[in-house]
């Protein structure tokens, strides 16, 4: 018996003592719910959907803002309103949930895959910069677990290149650049509002975007192709990405509670990355300054296995001896979409337009070197609902990985664990 609790020691948190659950509802939900049934008013365009679409986008502090069906529905809808198309290239960091590349192939754009930054796992500008060609025409930011790209640096280069800057916000409802909320910085922003996101009704997504006439094309784009407030006589063709009024109640009371558990998650993290500072061989995550509130789907560190002294473990060893010793599951964090197993465009027979753009869409051709470190070695993640718990909560998570830094020689003994391609709730 060891002193891990993987090779059958104590572990630090006892199994009864449980992490919050999620998602998060309350009677008032479950009220409205009822009174929305009973109402006969089900469909899109409703009161209540209007009424969450206008309270989020003044929380995000955008100019307009509606719902749609998902956030991978809300990406290939910003694409679509921007007038990207057939053959455009989109850069796209590697590190990410597939759909932010899948829903550039469904609109027969080019997602050209680019590398992150090493300690924020964030589209890095310089490799944005290198990666631009004259069939350029947009960037998609996505704000990864807890982090953000330099937004400014970012929305400047594509000013200059006259590129269109799409934000991914489904990891961060609720963060704040500079006083602004993501998804009112770039173009469109692009949010889901899936079961593990930080503001869910089970599927739904929500795009934002700074002026009226975007607005209306989205509004389009999203209701079968009628124009805004009835018109018909300039429709598009389109297809039906809405929500439903059950969809909307269940987000009106995720955003009464969003702020607070924002806030708290925020407090909890800043806290639990001061503790993992002091152990040697763990990195945080990089906040940058101009962050002036952090909202996180997974709380994320890093581990420098060189100065740990154990080259031959991965993250793999040590997200295995972490999730014994605190409960739930620890992983490593996104695949990157080069070797993603769900990001598969070649299985797709409407992709294949011609030899060019069959070519053109493989993933393989591309090398995400950090990406592929943060996956196979260094990243460690969690799914947000730890975030929810308590200060001391924070200390056990510290107490374990310093335990298992202590002990690294008894973790090496241990048959290497099977790594998963694809994880739980925490991923999806």
């Not at 080019?110 to 290198?130: G, N, R």
């Not at 704040?176 to 173009?187: A, E, L, M, N, Y």
């Not at 209306?216 to 018109?231: I, P, T, V």
Request: aromatic share 8%.
């Amino acid at each position: 018996m060891g002193k891990l609790a993987i090779t059958g020691g104590k572990p630090v948190r006892d199994a009864k003592k449980k992490w919050p659950q999620w998602p998060i509802s309350d009677a008032a939900d479950a009220a409205l719910l009822s009174k929305i049934t009973r109402s006969n008013r089900w469909s899109f365009d409703g009161p209540y959907e209007w009424e969450f679409a206008r309270r989020f986008t003044e929380y995000q502090k955008a100019k307009h803002g509606l719902c749609c069906a998902n956030g991978t529905v809300a990406i290939q809808l910003a694409l679509e309103a921007l007038g990207i198309g057939a053959y455009d290239e989109v850069i796209v960091p590697g590190m990410t949930w597939q759909a932010t590349a899948a829903a550039c192939l469904d609109v027969n754009a080019v997602p050209i895959l680019v590398d992150v930054e090493p300690d924020t796992w964030c589209i890095d500008v310089k490799q944005i910069e290198a990666a631009i060609t004259d069939r350029t025409r947009a960037v998609i930011v996505v704000h990864l677990y807890g982090c953000m790209p330099d937004m400014t640096a970012i929305k400047s280069l594509c000013r200059k290149k006259n590129l269109f800057l799409i934000e991914d916000c489904a990891h961060q409802h609720g963060a704040f650049w500079k006083g602004k909320g993501v998804g009112s910085i770039g173009d469109v922003g692009c949010f889901s509002f899936q079961e593990s996101k930080v503001l869910s009704c089970g599927e739904g997504g929500f795009n934002t975007c700074q002026t009226q006439t975007l607005f209306e094309k989205l509004y389009s784009l999203r209701n079968c192709g009628r124009g805004w407030q009835g018109d018909l006589t300039h429709a598009l063709q389109s297809g039906n990405y809405r929500i439903t009024e059950w969809q909307a109640g269940i987000l009106l009371g995720g955003l009464k509670r969003l702020d607070k558990q924002v806030k708290h998650r925020d407090a909890n993290a800043m806290y639990l990355n001061s503790l993992l500072a002091q152990i040697p061989g763990v990195l945080p995550m990089r906040r940058r300054k101009e962050i002036t509130q952090a909202s996180y789907f997974n709380f994320a560190f890093r581990l420098d296995w060189e100065r740990l002294g154990c080259k031959d473990l991965t993250n793999v060893h040590f997200s295995a001896a972490l999730s014994k010793e605190l409960g739930g599951e620890w992983e490593p964090p996104y695949d990157p979409l080069n070797k993603c197993a769900l990001y598969k465009p070649h299985t797709k027979p409407r992709h294949n337009l011609n030899k060019t753009y069959w070519k053109m869409i493989d993933p393989s051709r591309y090398r995400l070197p950090v990406c592929e470190d943060a996956n196979e070695k260094s990243g460690v993640v969690v799914h947000h609902h730890v975030l929810l718990g308590t200060k001391k909560d924070m200390e056990d998570v510290a107490e374990a990985v310093a335990k298992i830094v202590a002990n690294l020689d008894e973790l090496r003994q241990i048959p290497a664990p099977k790594r998963k391609k694809y994880r739980g709730l925490a991923t999806v």
